[in-house]
């Protein structure tokens, strides 16, 4: 997930379904693996509309951030396009978002990996965890490793075969092959059985579905290292339709195995799912399986956000500082801002052990979907007016600011979009100060 940092020959190397490929494996994380059951609990079975529904709107986004990069190849993304879009507020509130939404996520991911560590020793609070995987992650990027994206590729491999286990294991339950279930298997048919909440309920778990699919900025920047850039949007469909039909016969197989009322945000629904007589091992074993994906995901994130926070610094929309390295190798400055950051993650899984998970993973989502908003309002301006690209811009808004609205119905997501409301203002207040100031200096 780490920002295209150049254009050489080398890199150009990317066909279309290499970047799918890539797009699948680094998009599958905590927020898939243990976000699921928190959109199930909330939204009973009919969550697996909202997977489908949050898969079209990510392709509007991802679809409309191909083109700008087809059209106008930057290195900067999104946060180029939305300053040549906008102006100069724009790429300084874009950029700030996309740093503040992956800090979000990576304290999501650390909350998460605490959550499955616990699965093996209960009694260790969340947050000795949790300062354990940031201070390994911040060391890996510290010293930059140069075998790590290698590293990266086994682990994404390790995450698509956990979800292939996954699906032949639970095959193999439901058809009788290996018995001693833990659940009964049930279909759920009825309208209460599938709305067990009603309408509203899978409106509020709609965020829970579109955080499944986060990352698709860091996409679009790979996109720049196609071959051919126009086959962009090519790469993102054939993407989001493998994520889709991974995620539907998944999470739908999750819901017929276990009861409603077993789901809860504490435990992956596929360890759940796998809980059997005569497979004791078998949830030991996929938990470790989570617990290396979400870490992969953590450092990959960390790697983008140190990235984003030299280029701020170096563009002058961040203090000078950040851009500097201790003995022009190591992103110190960088770091020590992140860890300063995550530090408040860890302190809220200290203070808020119950209910952390929840409120930043709704926070974590919102400020995906504000980044989001920014990319499409700026391939309005950007790319050639067209009715199917108008009508495929606005779709994509309604969906977005319906995952938005409906964390305001739900006690466990509410608090976090009053958190994403907090960030917002905050980087607006920064925003106007830091251009009032260049105004003010212009000469």
């Not at 087809?70 to 950029?95: M, N, V």
């Not at 000795?128 to 990266?152: C, P």
């Not at 050639?384 to 995952?403: F, H, M």
Request: overall charge positive; glycine content about 10%; charged content about 10%.
């Amino acid at each position: 997930m780490k920002q295209a940092s150049g254009s050489t020959e080398e890199e150009k190397k990317l066909k279309w379904w290499q970047l799918s490929l890539l797009g699948i494996a680094g998009t599958i994380g905590t927020g898939y693996f243990l976000g699921s059951g928190l959109a199930i609990s909330i939204g009973g079975p009919a969550v697996l509309l909202a997977y489908l529904l949050a898969a079209a709107g990510t392709y509007v986004v991802f679809d409309a951030l191909a083109r700008m990069t087809a059209e106008h190849p930057e290195q900067g993304s999104f946060r180029s396009y939305a300053k040549k879009a906008f102006g100069g507020w724009a790429g300084f509130g874009s950029g700030w978002l996309y740093w503040f939404s992956e800090l979000t996520i990576m304290g999501s991911q650390l909350t998460a990996l605490s959550i499955f560590s616990r699965f093996w020793f209960p009694a260790v609070p969340m947050w000795a965890f949790a300062a354990g995987y940031a201070a390994v992650s911040l060391l890996i990027v510290f010293f930059g490793n140069k075998g790590f994206d290698r590293v990266e590729n086994v682990l994404a491999v390790i995450k698509v075969a956990a979800i292939l286990m996954f699906l032949a294991i639970a095959a193999a339950l439901l058809a009788g092959w290996i018995g001693g279930a833990k659940f009964q298997p049930k279909v759920p048919l009825s309208y209460k059985a599938l709305f067990p909440s009603g309408g509203i309920g899978l409106w509020s778990a709609f965020i829970f579905a579109f955080y499944a699919y986060g990352g698709i900025e860091v996409l679009g920047i790979m996109s720049y290292r196609l071959q051919k850039p126009e086959e962009a949007p090519k790469a993102g469909k054939v993407m989001l339709l493998g994520l889709a039909a991974v995620y539907i016969l998944s999470i739908g197989l999750a819901v017929i195995m276990v009861p409603l009322g077993a789901f809860n945000p504490k435990e992956s629904p596929f360890v759940l799912a796998l809980r059997s007589d005569h497979l004791a091992f078998v949830p030991h074993l996929f938990n470790g399986v989570l617990i290396i994906a979400g870490f992969s995901t953590m450092t990959a994130s960390l790697y983008a956000i140190t990235s984003m926070m030299i280029t701020l610094a170096q563009e002058g929309d961040a203090p000078k500082v950040f851009a500097k390295k201790w003995k022009d190798k190591y992103p110190f400055f960088a770091l020590c801002l992140i860890a300063a950051g995550l530090l408040g993650a860890i302190i809220m899984a200290l203070w808020l052990p119950g209910k952390v998970y929840e409120y930043i993973t709704t926070a974590a989502g919102l400020m995906i979907l504000y980044n989001w908003v920014f990319i499409l309002l700026s391939s309005g301006k950007l790319l050639k007016p067209s009715l199917l690209g108008g009508v495929k811009r606005w779709s994509g808004l309604v969906l977005t600011v319906a995952a938005v609205t409906g964390t305001l119905f739900h006690k466990l997501s509410r608090p976090g979009f009053y958190i994403s409301l907090l960030i917002v203002a905050l980087i607006a207040l920064s925003d106007w100060m830091v251009q009032h100031y260049r105004s003010k200096h212009l000469i």
